[in-house]
């Protein structure tokens, strides 16, 4: 039988060693986190060093919330923080227009992906708001300027929330009020997250008893250790993931097809590409038949017929748009995987054009 290539990391990344041993020892402590009893207590320990380490890993000094996910995450902030308005850029994942609610405003974007700042800065002379804007889009890679976005925010009196699900362990975290991050995305398990806050005093507290009273539920401490102990591990090598994206896009380059926002910031770990004169299904089920798992966008939306809000939002040829696949990179995924992918796509690509021509 032949081996089975994955190359779909950005939808969810198997679970490394480090991640593995530590919800291992997390399943060895019984006790609920929330019991009185020297069970719950040490539990309780477990769950306030996974806290710790979390924060030491990503460099965050401010408070963090555990969740199911980064998408529980932004529902906290996009629902309870404290500010009137809400806004959102066009790319974003589909859980933040959900969070934020049917009067946001939403940012453009430019054809590049990168938000449109002469939009945003019109939505923040409307007064002050919570602002989400990804740190890296889940779809094309593309990195926003959060920096320099971020000031402009925090000037205009507004917060800025930032999905980091793609960028935690490989990119510094963004000077941001509310952080979004989850494990999955990075080795470790899945249904585990945490909302970072830079301050409580901006966001409601929802009466429950767990997370300082900001999260109903019990904490999942075994998988909480988990994901503090891939985030440690940092197991991506962005020169190498670079140099990896490079071969692909070069690859499906001189097979005829395209790099959807090759001229903007990515993250290396993410590839989007299109071939016109094929469909993204029918690509999909060639590459999984012959062994490979890539996507056709977020896992959150794969199984819809309808296009990409992402690609749409950016103004993307309807043709090409129609074709787009997402490759995307593991800690140890190989030049060998890369260029089994090329091999099958190639001809592929062969086929759409002479399909085209015809």
């Known amino acids: 039988m032949k081996t089975r290539i994955y190359l779909d990391h950005a939808a969810t990344t198997p679970v490394i060693a480090a991640a593995r041993a530590a919800f291992q020892r997390g399943l060895d402590t019984p006790g609920n986190p929330n019991s009185p009893h020297g069970e719950g207590r040490a539990a309780r320990a477990l769950l306030e060093e996974a806290r710790a380490t979390l924060k030491d890993a990503l460099g965050w000094r401010h408070d963090v919330i555990f969740t199911s996910g980064a998408s529980e995450a932004v529902e906290i902030a996009g629902r309870r923080a404290c500010v009137a308005g809400r806004a959102y850029g066009a790319t974003e994942h589909a859980i933040v227009p959900f969070a934020m609610g049917e009067d946001a405003a939403v940012i453009p974007v430019h054809g590049d992906g990168l938000i449109d700042e002469a939009a945003l800065a019109e939505v923040l002379a409307q007064g002050p708001a919570l602002v989400a804007i990804q740190q890296v889009n889940n779809e094309t890679g593309v990195i926003q300027p959060l920096d320099r976005l971020g000031a402009v925010i925090r000037d205009a009196g507004s917060l800025l929330l930032a999905d980091c699900a793609q960028g935690a362990s490989k990119l510094p975290l963004p000077d941001a009020d509310f952080i979004a991050v989850c494990g999955h995305k990075l080795g470790g398990p899945l249904g585990v997250g945490a909302l970072l806050v830079k301050d409580l005093a901006t966001i409601e507290a929802c009466g429950g008893g767990q997370e300082r009273g900001y999260r109903r539920g019990t904490q999942d401490m075994p998988g909480a250790l988990a994901f503090a102990a891939a985030l440690a591990a940092r197991p991506y090598d962005l020169d190498r993931h670079r140099a990896?994206?490079?071969?692909?896009?070069?690859?499906?380059?001189?097979?005829?097809?395209?790099?959807?926002?090759g001229a903007a910031p990515r993250l290396p770990t993410i590839g989007a590409i299109g071939l016109r004169g094929a469909s993204s299904a029918a690509l999909l089920v060639q590459l999984d038949l012959a062994g490979l798992a890539v996507s056709a966008g977020s896992a959150c939306a794969s199984g819809k017929a309808k296009a990409s809000h992402v690609l749409t939002a950016m103004a993307v040829e309807a043709e090409l748009a129609a074709s787009y696949l997402r490759i995307s990179f593991g800690p140890e995924t190989s030049e060998r995987e890369v260029d089994a992918f090329l091999e099958e796509f190639s001809p592929m690509a062969m086929r759409a054009q002479a399909g085209r021509a015809a």
Request: hydrophobic share 55%; aromatic share 0%.
């Open 244 to 261: 990896l994206r490079e071969r692909l896009e070069a690859g499906v380059i001189a097979a005829g097809g395209e790099v959807i926002a």
